[in-house]
């Protein structure tokens, strides 16, 4: 090492892979499921109004849960809130593949919308508080790549 130089902070940790991985794998069945879900709907012969409002339930959840999300991951701690998010996630992702009842559709997307942004929320607080400081722009950067 050179004289003077001092030794730089791990960033790529078992933690930061795994959150990241985590974020990743969640935002892929997101963006599985918000460019077909419209489509789903008229094939089970949704009207064209009733399929826009099917999709875009999930965008206004999401809309009205982000600024509590914060506050709620603060108060009930991140990582119940993660976990509690991947599970509800992924039963509103089952009931999607089971129902073809568009009040049920509605209330899973309005379901997934809420728990979707109490989940990025959360991880990114995690993962924030998981990397050095001297390394957290770097590492917040390298996070946001999960963005899929």
Request: avoid cysteine.
């Amino acid at each position: 090492m050179v004289e003077g130089a001092t030794k730089r902070e791990a960033l790529w940790t078992t933690n930061f892979i795994f959150l990241t991985v985590i974020q990743t794998v969640d935002l892929f069945t997101y963006n599985m499921v918000t460019p077909v879900i419209a489509r789903y709907a008229v094939e089970h012969e949704a009207t064209l109004m009733l399929a826009g409002v099917i999709a875009s339930a999930f965008a206004l959840a999401a809309l009205i849960a982000r600024p509590i999300s914060g506050f709620l991951a603060d108060r009930l701690g991140r990582k119940p809130i993660i976990l509690a998010a991947i599970a509800v996630d992924s039963l509103a992702l089952l009931g999607y593949a089971f129902t073809t009842d568009f009040t049920v559709l509605i209330v899973l997307r309005i379901i997934h919308g809420f728990t979707y942004a109490l989940f990025g929320t959360a991880i990114a607080a995690v993962v924030a508080n998981t990397i050095p400081e001297s390394r957290r722009s770097e590492g917040m950067s390298w996070f946001s790549m999960s963005y899929v």
